[in-house]
């Protein structure tokens, strides 16, 4: 029996990059998967087969992380369609960088919804449902610790205040056994920020190892924290950087 079997979780932003590996690897675990998107169709459809191939039950819900409602109604379709919601993995994410006399006004406040409201109210609307013994884990940026690089300061921010909500809801969470945590991915690979893009070099020179990581790098230190290893960690960061924030 896989050490997930039963269990039903969420995957925001789960049709690409990490959220996708996060996805896959908790069915792979045992657990139902449903994940959100906001225009990949195909790529969403993609996952929910890949989840659907290790005989679990697969759910694509369309919603933009930056839309209070949508995100919402996300959670309540998963537990509606699913059953019940046992973990969420607040994964959604935008990504805008330059000096910050050029950032504007929309800008500033996508990445506010997204990072910021978006894990609030998801998390806000999980926790009606979740049972005792929950598990939440928010996906942060080693940005969050370190920023060795200008023009990101709207992401670095969004992003250190995803620290800030994940303590106080391990404390406040904490009588119910529901646990939360926070991962901090350095460079990863992905569509948004690939190993052979035009800034990777640089990006690999604050690395320790001097490589990027994978998504199913991030992907592996989630698994361990939904499972039964991590009952007792909670209100914890965890560095996924390769030693870039060492």
């Known amino acids: 029996m896989s050490r997930l079997t039963g269990k039903v979780a969420l995957v925001t932003g789960g049709s690409r990059g990490i959220g996708a590996a996060v996805a896959r690897r908790l069915a792979e675990d045992g657990a139902h998967v449903a994940i959100t998107y906001r225009e990949a169709e195909h790529s969403a459809k993609s996952v929910v087969a890949d989840i659907e191939s290790y005989g679990r039950t697969g759910l694509a819900v369309q ?10 109604e996300a959670v309540d379709r998963t537990v509606a369609e699913l059953g019940r919601l046992d973990i969420l993995v607040n994964n959604a994410g935008v990504f805008s960088a330059g000096p910050i006399e050029t ?8 990445a506010i919804a ?7 109210l998801a998390t806000q609307a999980a926790v009606r449902h979740m049972r005792d013994g929950g598990r939440i884990v928010n996906i942060g940026s080693s940005f969050a610790s370190r920023v060795p690089d200008p023009g990101v300061s709207v992401y670095a921010m969004t992003k250190i205040a995803v620290n800030g909500l994940t303590r106080a809801l391990a404390r406040e969470l904490g009588p119910r056994g529901i646990t939360v945590n926070v991962v901090l991915p350095g460079s990863t690979d992905t569509d948004m920020n690939p190993a052979d893009g035009a800034y990777a070099d640089a990006q690999r020179a604050h690395i320790a190892l001097g490589r990027y990581g994978t998504p199913d790098d ?3 230190t989630i698994s361990h ?3 039964e290893g991590g009952r007792h960690i909670s209100g914890a960061s965890f560095a996924v950087d390769g030693g870039s924030t060492a």
């Not at 919603?63 to 919402?72: E, G, I, K, R």
């Not at 950032?103 to 996508?110: C, F, P």
């Open 63 to 72: 919603a933009d992380s930056a839309d209070a409602t949508a995100v919402v």
């Open 103 to 110: 950032v504007s006004l929309d800008d500033l406040d996508r």
């Open 114 to 120: 997204v990072h910021v409201r978006g894990v609030f």
């Open 218 to 220: 991030v992907a592996a």
């Open 225 to 227: 924290l939904v499972g």
